[in-house]
């Protein structure tokens, strides 16, 4: 086969290609996410506001037999698609440790230390405005960092932004992921059914024994993975606490070494290329069937089975779940004095939160780790930059809207964090590209 034939599209591939192209912009996931917003708090303060709010209180049943969930929409989203989003940050954070930014001491100190001081400054600023109360509960709303927000403001900034700062963002996100597991988990649960957990903590153990025997279809977590969902579900404890869970059985080890992945994958690359002839088809010859089936073969072994769900959900969770949650959940009908809402105890303990705290904690305690000598600045990176970076982080959208829900269920306490978040995250936005333009020179690579 000739190369202009490899190179040559199918008139699917030249229509999709427009948006494959797009898919593989970082800064998409966020746009996604800031269209659906605007779409929420339109339809939300429009003439047809009252069919946006009657849509998620739809009432959704599954089941066989006596075995029957019935849910609200919005309860399906929050706490069954967010579940898959959970999952995935479960994976993203075991990646880390296993491989990446947190998988050492000197590397994983920094961002470690960072989201500590962006977690406990913002809670303690929030707690300040309120230390009484039914508002008290909000103190882990500005806890939260957005991720696809800020490294979507990050990509649009372009190359004068330093990678360094691009991948401590990241880190710091993992880690301030992780740190919402545990408050989740530990600070925002209802009474536990100690049946139900104890057959939660039943699967997880099958999980774990089915990890240790090298089990490695994906089918078998999935359906493991829904029950322990179920079971949390029933628990008391938030269901998405299970996709973090199953996340930490699913296996990431190959089942090949490096070097014979290469000398198998060439050595059947050279049959396939030698039994090769002019205008043969692939069909019709078994030599280039052999080896095609060779090389899946291969590159089977050498694919773990988290990054193939990994890779089959993220896509999912980018273009989908996150902008149904956000869909579901940022449409907040502003009435009356917007002003007294954003002025409320709850509302400014978020802003200052998550606009100001934010970036005080993440800096502070990135200086302290580096005057101890214990971490460095990333290369190429600037106090300047770090800050700006900080403020990005403070844009807690919807993992802080997440947070709100379980901490005031629905009312007006719901709404006015919503506005608080809204505010907030814009400021925090605004505020860390001015900073991250001023301190970025134009010609940087």
């Not at 506001?49 to 009432?59: D, P, R, V």
């Not at 001081?117 to 909000?138: D, E, K, L, W």
């Not at 052999?290 to 959900?313: D, T």
């Amino acid at each position: 086969m000739s190369k202009n034939q490899l190179k040559k599209e199918t008139p699917a591939e030249i229509i999709l290609r427009p948006f494959q192209e797009f898919a593989k912009v970082e800064a998409c996931g966020g746009i996604v996410l800031f269209i659906f917003t605007i779409g929420a708090l339109f339809w939300a303060n429009s003439k047809w506001s009252h069919s946006y709010h009657h849509l998620w209180e739809e009432i959704f049943s599954i089941g066989i037999g006596h075995f029957i969930l019935s849910k609200s929409l919005h309860h399906w989203i929050n706490d069954g698609l967010m579940t898959i989003f959970f999952l995935i940050v479960g994976l993203e954070i075991k990646r880390e440790i296993m491989v990446g930014e947190l998988a050492s001491f000197k590397k994983a100190i920094l961002p470690i230390a960072a989201a500590i001081g962006g977690m406990v400054v913002p809670a303690a600023i929030y707690f300040a405005f309120n230390t009484t109360g039914a508002r008290q509960s909000g103190w882990g709303i500005p806890m939260a960092t957005d991720i696809a927000f800020a490294l979507g403001v990050l990509t649009l900034l372009g190359k004068r932004i330093p990678s360094g700062l691009k991948v401590f963002l990241l880190a710091l996100a993992i880690v301030d992921d992780l740190g919402a597991v545990f408050v989740i988990a530990i600070f925002y649960t209802s009474e536990i059914s100690w049946n139900a957990l104890g057959t939660g903590m039943g699967i997880f153990a099958v999980l774990v024994i089915i990890h240790q025997l090298h089990v490695r279809n994906p089918i078998c977590y999935y359906f493991l993975g829904f029950l322990l969902w179920l079971a949390f579900l029933k628990s008391g404890l938030h269901a998405t606490i299970s996709g973090v869970l199953l996340a930490l059985t699913i296996p990431t080890r190959t089942r090949i070494k490096r070097e014979d992945f290469l000398w198998g994958t060439s050595y059947w690359l050279n049959i396939f290329e030698s039994a090769s002839k002019e205008n043969d088809c692939v069909l019709a010859n078994e030599n280039q069937q052999e080896a095609i089936h060779a090389l899946e073969h291969f590159c089977e072994k050498a694919n773990s089975p988290a990054l193939k769900v990994e890779h089959c959900l993220h896509p999912w969770v980018t273009y989908a779940i996150m902008p149904i949650f956000a869909f579901a959940n940022a449409g907040v009908h502003i009435e009356g004095d917007i002003t007294k809402s954003v002025l409320s105890s709850v509302s400014l303990g978020i802003i200052f939160g998550l606009a100001l705290g934010k970036p005080i904690g993440i800096t502070l305690f990135s200086w302290i780790a580096i005057k101890c000598k214990l971490a460095d600045l990333p290369e190429g990176v600037s106090w300047l930059q770090l800050v700006g970076g900080g403020c990005l982080a403070g844009i807690g959208f919807t993992m802080s809207i997440f947070v709100a829900n379980l901490a005031f269920g629905e009312g007006q306490l719901l709404i006015i964090a919503k506005i608080g978040i809204l505010t907030a995250s814009a400021l925090a936005g605004i505020l860390g590209t001015a900073i991250l333009l001023l301190s970025s020179p134009k010609n940087a690579k």
